[in-house]
């Protein structure tokens, strides 16, 4: 039944991940979509555990009812899911700042 709410999120999911990972659209090279595939499958991946951790926390406290189960599971896949996508924002964008700041800085050929 943890399950439900990877189910429910997965089209959010897969929207945030496409606006992820077509903005910004340049550059666009295979180091950079090779940052955004790891990025995107590291998000989705901590997201299950962190689905699955919600979820066994729900099912231990004694005291919760059988909602919170599945809305714990919604919220720390969601926030898992959000953490790692922020965090590769910032990343990429001093990555490419950083590489975008060394080719103005490369001489450029039949320059003197």
């Known amino acids: 039944m943890a399950w439900l709410s990877l189910l429910l999120f997965l089209p959010w999911f897969v929207l945030l991940g496409a606006l992820y ?4 659209r340049q550059p666009r090279d295979a180091a950079r979509r090779w940052f955004d595939g790891v990025a995107l499958l590291l998000a989705f991946v901590l997201s299950i555990v962190a689905m699955l951790w919600g979820h066994h926390i729900g099912v231990v406290q004694a005291d919760a009812g059988p909602i919170w189960r599945q809305v714990l599971a919604v919220l ?3 926030g898992a899911f959000l953490a790692v996508l922020v965090a590769a924002i910032l990343l990429r964008g001093a990555w490419l700042a950083q590489r975008a700041t060394k080719a103005a800085s490369k001489p450029m050929r039949g320059s003197s």
Not at 21 to 24: E, G, I, N, S, V
Request: charged residues 0%; aromatic residues 58%.
């Open 21 to 24: 990972w077509l903005f910004p």
């Open 76 to 78: 720390y896949a969601y």
